[in-house]
T-cell receptor, first 113, second 115 residues
Framework: ETGVTQTPRHLVMGMTNKKSLKCEQH?????MYWYKQSAKKPLELMFV???????ENNSVPSRFSPECPNSSHLFLHLHTLQPEDSALYLC????????????FGSGTRLTVV | GENVEQHPSTLSVQEGDSAVIKCTYS??????FPWYKQELGKGPQLIID?????GEKKDQRIAVTLNKTAKHFSLHITETQPEDSAVYFC??????????????FGKGTHLIIQP
């Protein structure tokens, strides 16, 4: 384990379902991130949280809704997804502002059917 | 915004030989350049990084070089071993790797070590 834990590891959901991805970091970091990893594409930054405040939203559709209740936990709430949203969703954390120790979790493999 | 190009997409080398992966970036304000290794079923793991005030950094069999003028940086792996087989990603950031900026990644290089 890297110190960043993501659950669940795998998720299959229908287009009308609502589900949530969870991320927890045990590294004492104060910045957390959501990335999307699709086949043959670069990792795409979705959301950035610094000290629990969202500082970046890279034009992500509203069917993805992040939540950061404290500096150790990050959620990604999903609703009415599309099949093209199927991907590996990765959470990362780092120590802002220098970003030392930028660490990824193992990801949640999401399949939308 | 930042754009990172990575080459090659696939690299096959004989065990014991060296492997070199190259990346270019577009934003001259970028100042932090990490490299990640991703094995099957796992998230990317940091293997080495370099900041813009340094031209080269080495850690055992792995080295990274940075040319700020040309805006490119490279990963060098010497004496390759089967466990080096994985997908490698380069990345760039303006915020020293964190803070208000996330990382912008290249598309990855699938490194295959032939026995």
């Amino acid at each position: 384990e890297t110190g960043v834990t993501q659950t669940p590891r795998h998720l299959v959901m229908g287009m009308t379902n609502k589900k949530s991805l969870k991320c927890e970091q045990h590294l004492g970091h104060n910045a957390m991130y959501w990335y999307k990893q699709s086949a043959k594409k670069p990792l795409e930054l979705m959301f950035v949280y610094n000290f629990k405040e969202q500082t970046e939203n890279n034009s992500v559709p509203s069917r993805f809704s992040p939540e950061c209740p404290n500096s150790s936990h990050l959620f990604l709430h999903l609703h009415t997804l599309q099949p093209e949203d199927s991907a590996l969703y990765l959470c990362a954390s780092s120590q802002a502002p220098m970003g030392d120790g930028y660490t990824f979790g193992s990801g949640t493999r999401l399949t939308v059917v | 915004g930042e754009n990172v190009e990575q080459h090659p997409s696939t690299l096959s080398v004989q065990e014991g030989d060296s492997a070199v992966i190259k990346c270019t970036y577009s934003d001259s304000a970028s100042n932090y350049f990490p490299w990640y290794k991703q094995e099957l079923g796992k998230g990317p793991q940091l293997i080495i990084d370099i900041r813009s005030n340094v031209g080269e950094k080495k850690d055992q069999r792995i080295a990274v070089t940075l040319n700020k003028t040309a805006k490119h940086f490279s990963l060098h792996i010497t004496e390759t071993q089967p466990e080096d087989s994985a997908v490698y990603f380069c990345a760039a950031s303006k915020g020293a790797g964190g803070g208000a900026d996330g990382l912008t990644f290249g598309k990855g290089t699938h490194l295959i070590i032939q026995p």
